[in-house]
């Protein structure tokens, strides 16, 4: 395989890996705000937490951009 079908396949799998956590993150966000009803409605709970971490991913991922970017 040449590196950049490599480099697809690595992409592909770390995206899925995000979707993962984050599928788990909201679940168990909504678990817990369903058995301790003062913290928050869960669905709000949940998407707020998902954004949060879709936004630290972006914020990752344009890191990265910009430093191979001015290579």
Do not use: N
Not at 11 to 38: D, E, F, K, N, R
Not at 45 to 65: D, H, R
């Amino acid at each position: 395989m040449s590196s950049l079908a490599l480099l697809i396949l690595l992409a592909v799998v770390l995206v899925l890996v995000l979707v993962v956590v984050i599928v788990l993150t909201m679940g168990c966000l909504a678990y817990v705000t369903h058995h301790h009803p003062s913290l928050g409605t869960p669905l709000t709970v949940a998407i707020g937490g998902a954004s949060f971490l879709i936004a630290c991913v972006a914020v990752a991922v344009a890191a990265v951009a910009a430093v191979l970017i001015t290579r």
